[in-house]
Structure formats: structure tokens, C-alpha cells
């Protein structure tokens, strides 16, 4: 019974939406704008509740939008497939060809917002990153289901009522229902924000510093932990270890945010640009 229902849930949706002369936008890239327009959405929202000016906001939003490519990028060259790219160096700024990964974009985010804090007064690290990770958690979701669309970052095979079958996969591999384990993901990033988002209402805009960034990487790493299970691994150099790559990336980020909202956040006040 549960595979008559699972072949019934087949996707293989061509990844262009159109194609207009040269033109040809991709459901990746319309979900990935879609992202960082939701985020500038949610910033407006968090810099107007904190009095600043939205200029500012929108030059943040431009560094973290770069910083998110270049560490997405640099991620998946330097973490995934490292020997591929010593031997291909022109192939490093190939993105159109595929190969983002999220913990290099989390890096390229972090070092983004020290340097955004040192250049804005009156910022600190803490306080901005607390207003990044919100719509970052909302953009996750946005570009986990844009690789659905693209039938990447799939699953081992499974039997549950969850599988689904990519027919744009070649040969046997996409004949048998797997994990679509990017929807996953994409769930546990809508699951964080809805906890972030109800921290920050509980504080009226204003959450202990720290207290939003520690949170999401401890929710955030924790649950990718557990998703790579049901994930084919995307480092082949990787696969007979314990823990595959995106495991080992996810423990110093749990780790580091338990630290943070343990021994480095009050939560008994509001931040200290608070009003009530």
C-alpha cells in the first residue's frame, strides 16, 4: 500500500522556468532572490524597531548578500570537493554549474557582520547578528526548496510515506522514492525562525544580545546534524568516516551556540537598547 502511494509522488519539474532567447531564469534563482527579499522585508521590520535608519540596513543587506555567495562558494570548494578544484581552478567561479554550501555561506555571514559592527557605530556584533539570523532562517527555507526544484541534496533510498521519486535523476537512481531531504531542511528552517521570532516578540524587539545567534545555531546545526543521516553524501572523500562532512562542520556551530546563550547571554533583561 505505502509503495502504490509512494510512486504517485514523482517530481521532475524542469529547472527553467522559461526561456526567452538567451534568457532563461531557473526556479533556483527566483527562490534564492526570493530569500534576500524576505530578508530585507524582516530587516526593515527589526532596524525600524530599533530606531536606526534604513539606509544602513540596506547596505548590511548588501554585504551579507555577497558574503553569503562567496562563503557558499568557497564551502563547497574548499570543504566538498577540494582535490576537483586543485586540479580545475578555473571551475571556482563556476556557480551557475551547481555547488553552494551552507556552512561556508554561515562563515562568509559571520565574518561579514565583525566587519559591518566595527563599520556602523553603535553597533555591536551581537546585536546584529541577532537581526541577521532571523531572515537568515527564513532565506534557508526559501533555498532548500529551491533545490528541490533542481532535485540536489536528495536522499538515501526509504520506504516511508515521505519518499519521493526525482525522475530527473539519471538511470535507476531516479526509479526509486528517497528522502527529500532538502524539503526537511527546509522545514527546520522555518521551525527555527518561528522560535527565534517568538524570542524576539517575547522581548519586544529587543532580545538579550546574543540570545537570537546562539539559539539558531544550536537549533539550526543540531537538526542538520541529524538530517545528513537521511542525505547522500556530498563529499566523496568523506564517506567511509564516522560522521560525514556536513556532521563535522555542524558540531563547532552547536557548540559555539551553546556556549554563547549558556555563559555568554542574561537572559533576565531585554538588550540594552531597549526601551520598556
Not at 17 to 33: D, Q, S, T, V
Not at 210 to 215: A, H, I, P, Q
Not at 221 to 233: A, D, S, V
Amino acid at each position: 500500500m505505502i509503495l502504490a502511494f509512494l510512486e504517485t509522488l514523482k517530481w521532475g519539474i524542469d529547472p527553467v522556468i522559461f526561456e526567452l532567447g538567451p534568457l532563461a531564469p531557473r526556479w533556483y534563482g527566483l527562490l534564492f532572490a526570493g530569500a534576500f527579499v524576505s530578508g530585507y522585508m524582516f530587516g526593515v521590520r527589526m532596524w525600524k524597531d530599533s530606531g536606526r535608519k534604513v539606509e544602513e540596513m540596506e547596505s548590511v543587506l548588501t554585504w551579507i548578500l555577497v558574503a553569503t555567495v562567496i562563503g557558499a562558494r568557497l564551502g563547497h570548494v574548499i570543504f566538498y570537493d577540494p582535490s576537483y578544484y586543485l586540479r580545475n581552478l578555473g571551475e571556482v567561479l563556476a556557480i551557475w554549474k551547481g555547488g553552494l554550501a551552507s556552512h561556508g555561506a554561515a562563515i562568509g555571514i559571520i565574518i561579514a557582520m565583525y566587519y559591518l559592527a566595527k563599520k556602523h557605530a553603535n553597533m555591536s556584533f551581537w546585536w546584529l547578528a541577532d537581526r541577521v539570523v532571523i531572515p537568515t532562517a527564513v532565506g534557508g527555507a526559501f533555498i532548500r526548496t529551491g533545490n528541490f526544484f533542481n532535485s540536489e541534496i536528495y536522499g538515501h533510498e526509504t520506504d516511508s510515506v515521505f519518499g519521493v521519486i526525482f525522475t530527473n535523476l539519471p538511470g535507476p537512481m531516479g526509479m526509486v522514492p528517497r528522502h527529500p531531504t532538502m524539503l526537511y531542511e527546509a522545514v527546520l528552517c522555518i521551525a527555527v525562525f518561528a522560535v527565534l521570532w517568538f524570542i524576539y516578540k517575547k522581548y519586544k524587539a529587543h532580545p538579550p544580545e546574543g540570545s537570537l545567534f546562539g539559539t539558531f545555531l544550536i537549533l539550526l546545526f543540531t537538526g542538520r546534524f541529524f538530517l545528513e543521516y537521511t542525505k547522500i553524501p556530498q563529499a566523496n572523500f568523506a564517506s567511509d568516516w564516522m560522521f560525514n562532512m556536513g556532521q563535522l562542520l555542524s558540531i563547532p556551530m552547536v557548540l559555539i551556540g551553546i556556549y554563547i546563550v549558556v555563559k555568554m547571554v542574561d537572559w533576565r533583561k531585554p538588550g540594552p537598547d531597549a526601551s520598556i
